[in-house]
Nanobody, 121 residues
């Protein structure tokens, strides 16, 4: 079992930055691909970006978002720059065993509770 806890969300003005963190516990962190998804009000949850333990990333071409991980701290980060009101959503951390990362949320076995990001115009 893997437990994921996100933090770092909040309210920010358009053009600002936030860094989300996701702390993992329970199993060997480096054996997992770690991903970020988000769900805006009234919309389906969508893939943002993912990173495997080697540092290889898979992204949805957001451009402004960068994922990184610290295997020693069992933590994955999402650096979000030049935020726009359209980025307002609940951001979720997710994990899937193995070195391959996926776009599809059904592939991810473990999920955090989510952290709210609100971008004001």
């Amino acid at each position: 079992q893997v437990q994921l806890v996100e933090s770092g969300g909040g309210l920010v003005q358009a053009g600002g930055s936030l860094r989300l963190s996701c702390a993992a516990s329970g199993r060997t962190f480096r054996n997992f691909c770690m991903g970020w998804f988000r769900q805006a009000p009234g919309k389906e949850r969508e893939f943002v970006v993912a990173v495997n333990w080697l540092g290889g990333t898979t992204d949805s071409v957001k451009g402004r978002f960068t994922i990184s991980r610290d295997n020693a701290k069992n933590t994955v980060y999402l650096q979000m720059n030049s935020l726009e009101p359209e980025d307002t959503a609940v951001y979720y951390c997710a994990a899937v065993p193995g070195v391959v990362c996926y776009y599809q949320e059904f592939r991810y076995a473990y999920w955090g509770q989510g952290t709210q990001v609100t971008v004001s115009s």
